[in-house]
């Protein structure tokens, strides 16, 4: 497989300025953020209905658009994820067009974040870089340890001291270095930021973000491909930092551009914690500007006080006619649980806000029940199983006897012990 | 997408009887399992590289050699697993073709156990449960959990009291009943039988058991179709009941029979736990017969101690001129780390059993380093924390502050403070 001919740069979103492409997020001049951009041109005519369904069941069929350094050879097969029909979860929410797109099982780590991550560390390796790193509230920490330890690099990831045990472990067990900071994410990435330059490390959400963020429109034409080359009426995408919800809607106008779908003005619904809910707030205050908070939730792979991308997302929301919901921890328990219970998906608390919040926007009207939407799952259940401590009741032991049995279960669950059940043998099955 | 039209039936493997399609395991005359057999005339031509290449990327792209009821619409991407190259473990091992078939991120539940599950369960419905359960050790009671949930089925699973707390919570949060039996899988396994018989439910390892088994088959369509449609020298796989070996051998032979891959003998190595090694014992010592075991070992998804398909499993084994081993608990932690240090695969201790006894094959020359070698990781990591337990010190948090990094940095890991790192920037990246 060869690496994308594409020609791309880095480009303030602000005034323009080029920089070729180097480790840097922001402008010198004016401090704004910088983007890849492509010469869709030069992508024209490569980038095709055709060309991607004879790529690989992974993101790399979508590499025209991606910012991969030439001479790269993408080998780890990463995300291109199910995108399952919730028939059930929409009879409970009345939704009758509702799918899930599943990160919870994305490779390697069970996150979206394994698209992001292998992105940037292919540019990690064509810069030189021999240390990587990043400011992880988990599943971020996770896939910079599992990929760069697949590709070599040594592995330094920083971490708030209160992160769940499962993605503490799930990021030692590769070798990488996790060092606990006695802070939130936000203090978290401030010194990174700090340590990126002083160490010279390749930081995939610091000095690499730029490129690390191109990663996430892959969910955006995986969304659109397996919808069979159509866009969906809405996405609900939960928000920590706000820049996957701005990715999908990036890969989403590249696709209208080069005419693999049909333009249609896709609605953008954002979902957070309430117990951190600046882009939600922002967006339901009608602001321009992000008031940062102190995060207190369950959720905390959302749990970013202070989100780099948080006014454009809550911009870009408005600009769509979406809308934010957050939503408690009570509710995100619910959520996890609902999901579970309907579309036998486990999801984390992240994924829970995400359930919670679509099922709030369909019973305040803001979607109606026809419409198809798209919500985005982005980890693991098994990643957060703190969250769920106690809600389920670890009975007692039965004896491995018959009788033992009976007894229990008409204890426990009388509904279990039905009549017996008619068998259907239609003539033998077939 | 319709259902196969393939012709099949269960049939006894002894004694030849045939059953039409019944919710049975083993034959009333001479008691030996039964088995679904396919009328593999009527599935030539039907069964094509191209066929299968114009199928979802999920199991049922192999879906004209799976026992799928007339009318089941199969909508869950189950399964289509990576295969990835693992060269970095096989520079460490002595391996210079070595790939590593990844379960641990089947979906929905992450173990290969949702290809049989989703199987099984097509099979019940055909038959009118509403009720369905297993014994399990874990993956399986996951999977029954979720993919019931999914189909509206009522669920009832049965596990040794010592489960592993994530498994336990991953089948209660889809709203299963989840029975805690007072012994080990096999106590659990025998119950359930009686239960099947009491209360009509489709277990989907006892009563559904024959068409269950096939779903395993689809490791074996998978492994051939990601080597580019030929078949691999090895392939090492863990051992439980014994089912799953057998089921990939199953899938290769009708391969080659209906002339997609080229023929060739590929050895079989079974992979198991000292402290459950019933089949291992036997391949070693010669025997058709199994010695049943008390399991004592942290690789509880292998602990079965008198496995239904055992002996066949160890005469096939060497007949392929195949060999088994056995690795202790120590070695199995090993191998879970090695896995992950190497690959970026965290899988569960059935896979550092895999791991592991794959190591030792090669060091002990039973495979020649230019082999080509298929090992099957069958479930994530993230299922058995326990066993990486005090393994990894969660060392003291630090302060937000750069200079209390340095100092933690010199203190824990001297090497990662080299002298600045030399950037490649290449003349731009591209």
Same mark, same amino acid.
């Given at each position: 497989?060869?690496?994308?001919?594409?020609?791309?740069?880095?480009?303030?979103? $602000?005034?323009?300025?080029?920089?070729?492409?180097?480790?840097?997020?922001?402008?010198?001049?004016?401090?704004?953020?910088?983007?890849?951009?492509?010469?869709? $041109?030069?992508?024209?005519?490569? *980038?095709?209905?055709? #060309?991607?369904?004879?790529?690989?069941?992974?993101?790399?069929?979508?590499?025209?658009?991606?910012?991969?350094?030439?001479?790269?050879?993408?080998?780890?097969?990463?995300?291109?994820?199910?995108?399952?029909?919730?028939?059930?979860?929409?009879?409970?929410?009345?939704?009758?067009?509702?799918?899930?797109?599943?990160?919870?099982?994305?490779?390697?780590?069970?996150?979206?974040?394994?698209?992001?991550?292998?992105?940037?560390?292919?540019?990690?390796?064509?810069?030189?870089?021999?240390?990587?790193?990043?400011? #992880?509230?988990?599943?971020?920490?996770?896939?910079?340890?599992?990929?760069?330890?697949?590709?070599?690099?040594?592995?330094?990831?920083?971490?708030?001291?209160?992160?769940?045990?499962?993605?503490?472990?799930?990021?030692?067990?590769?070798?990488?270095?996790?060092?606990?900071?006695?802070?939130?994410?936000?203090?978290?990435?401030?010194?990174?930021?700090?340590?990126?330059? $002083?160490?010279?490390?390749?930081?995939?959400?610091?000095?690499?973000?730029?490129?690390?963020?191109?990663?996430?429109?892959?969910?955006?034409?995986?969304?659109?491909?397996?919808?069979?080359?159509?866009?969906?009426?809405?996405?609900?995408?939960?928000?920590?930092?706000?820049?996957?919800?701005?990715?999908?809607?990036?890969?989403?106008?590249?696709?209208?551009?080069?005419?693999?779908?049909?333009?249609?003005?896709?609605?953008? *619904?954002?979902?957070?914690?309430?117990?951190?809910?600046?882009?939600?707030?922002?967006?339901?205050?009608?602001?321009?500007?992000?008031?940062?908070?102190?995060?207190?939730?369950?959720?905390?792979?959302?749990?970013?006080?202070?989100?780099?991308?948080?006014?454009?997302?809550?911009?870009?929301?408005?600009?769509?006619?979406?809308?934010?919901?957050?939503?408690?921890?009570?509710?995100?328990?619910?959520?996890?649980?609902?999901?579970?219970?309907?579309?036998?998906?486990?999801?984390?608390?992240?994924?829970?806000?995400?359930?919670?919040?679509?099922?709030?926007?369909? #019973?305040?009207?803001?979607?109606?029940?026809?419409?198809?939407?798209?919500?985005?799952?982005?980890?693991?259940?098994?990643?957060?199983?703190?969250?769920?401590?106690?809600? *389920?009741?670890?009975?007692?032991?039965?004896?491995?006897?018959?009788?033992?049995?009976?007894?229990?279960?008409?204890?426990?669950?009388?509904?279990?012990?039905?009549?017996?059940?008619?068998?259907?043998?239609?003539?033998?099955?077939?």
């Amino acid at each position: 497989m060869v690496s994308s001919c594409t020609k791309y740069e880095l480009r303030c979103n $602000e005034c323009g300025k080029s920089y070729g492409n180097v480790p840097l997020s922001a402008c010198s001049e004016c401090l704004a953020p910088l983007e890849v951009q492509y010469d869709l $041109e030069s992508v024209r005519g490569r *980038f095709t209905r055709e #060309s991607i369904a004879a790529g690989p069941a992974n993101i790399w069929r979508y590499k025209e658009l991606l910012p991969i350094p030439e001479g790269f050879q993408p080998d780890l097969p990463v995300g291109f994820t199910p995108l399952v029909r919730a028939k059930n979860l929409g009879k409970r929410i009345g939704a009758d067009n509702l799918y899930v797109k599943n990160d919870a099982v994305c490779f390697p780590t069970l996150s979206f974040k394994d698209r992001v991550v292998s992105v940037a560390l292919a540019n990690a390796q064509a810069f030189g870089f021999t240390t990587v790193g990043c400011s #992880s509230t988990g599943n971020l920490a996770n896939s910079v340890a599992a990929q760069a330890a697949r590709l070599g690099l040594r592995a330094c990831i920083l971490v708030p001291s209160d992160l769940e045990a499962a993605k503490i472990l799930n990021t030692q067990v590769y070798g990488a270095r996790l060092v606990r900071i006695d802070g939130n994410y936000d203090h978290v990435n401030r010194l990174c930021t700090q340590i990126a330059d $002083e160490y010279n490390w390749g930081f995939v959400n610091v000095n690499l973000r730029p490129y690390y963020a191109e990663g996430s429109k892959t969910v955006g034409y995986e969304i659109a491909e397996q919808l069979g080359w159509r866009l969906p009426d809405n996405v609900v995408v939960p928000m920590a930092g706000g820049s996957l919800i701005r990715k999908i809607r990036k890969a989403f106008r590249e696709l209208i551009a080069l005419g693999l779908v049909e333009h249609k003005n896709v609605r953008f *619904f954002g979902a957070q914690a309430t117990g951190c809910s600046p882009i939600s707030h922002a967006v339901k205050e009608g602001w321009d500007y992000i008031e940062p908070q102190r995060p207190n939730t369950i959720a905390r792979s959302l749990a970013i006080g202070n989100p780099a991308d948080g006014p454009a997302a809550a911009k870009m929301i408005r600009e769509t006619g979406g809308w934010a919901e957050d939503v408690s921890d009570v509710e995100i328990v619910s959520g996890i649980q609902e999901l579970a219970e309907t579309e036998g998906i486990f999801t984390e608390t992240a994924g829970g806000v995400t359930t919670a919040v679509t099922a709030r926007l369909y #019973s305040h009207g803001r979607i109606s029940r026809d419409e198809t939407t798209v919500v985005c799952i982005t980890g693991n259940g098994l990643k957060t199983t703190d969250a769920l401590e106690g809600r *389920f009741e670890v009975e007692r032991a039965v004896k491995p006897k018959l009788a033992a049995f009976d007894e229990y279960i008409r204890e426990v669950d009388g509904s279990l012990v039905g009549a017996a059940q008619e068998l259907v043998l239609a003539g033998g099955v077939q």
